[in-house]
């Protein structure tokens, strides 16, 4: 008589080709899309020296395309912001990679240091803004990759003077704030 603690496998389970899902080459997931933002985040050899600061306009640079995203390298210097927007149909994740950056929104302000991340929906509004003193580069992956980026009326925003959330430093990237629109 069988039972299921009669079974028994013979040999290395991971010998059997046919039961391993093989990796994805590229992300599929939210979690996946986070993971790869973390993965570029800790290769500072892969973007550092890609940075570039503009005192006129602010600085991006396209790292990485793949099927159905794109991967962006920003640099803003102090005082420089995106204006209020969304991101179309697109869902991205947002990580500070040097400096301190503010996000703006409806619900009010987000002081992101070195290691913060943020997870939004198509068609969440925001501002990013360097409100810092020293410089600051972030990183974007954007799925699917981004066609459209409309400016909005900054009368979504609070008013100045509303409460401010401090994301800090992170030696590792364990959390993720998710918004949705």
């Not at 290769?43 to 020296?49: F, L």
């Not at 640079?61 to 640099?75: C, I, K, M, N």
């Not at 002081?111 to 810092?132: K, M, S």
Request: some cysteine; overall charge negative; aromatic content about 8%.
């Amino acid at each position: 008589m069988n039972s299921d603690s009669d079974l028994q496998i013979a040999g290395d389970i991971l010998e059997v080709p046919h039961l391993l899902q093989a990796p994805r080459e590229h992300p599929a997931t939210v979690a996946e899309f986070v993971g790869l933002a973390r993965s570029v985040a800790a290769d500072r050899a892969q973007w550092e020296h890609l940075v570039r600061y503009d005192a006129t306009t602010r600085w991006y640079h396209r790292l990485r395309t793949g099927p159905g995203y794109e991967v962006w390298l920003l640099s803003w210097v102090p005082g420089q912001g995106s204006g209020l927007h969304d991101h179309g149909p697109s869902s991205g994740v947002l990580t500070v990679l040097d400096g301190e950056l503010t996000e703006r929104t409806e619900r009010g302000n987000r002081v992101l240091g070195a290691g913060a991340q943020r997870v939004f929906a198509p068609g969440y509004v925001h501002e990013v803004v360097n409100d810092a003193l020293e410089p600051a580069v972030s990183l974007h992956v954007y799925f699917p990759g981004l066609t459209e980026m409309p400016m909005r009326s900054p009368s979504r925003l609070l008013p100045a003077g509303e409460p401010v959330l401090a994301c800090t430093a992170r030696d590792t990237y364990d959390e993720v704030d998710a918004v949705t629109a």
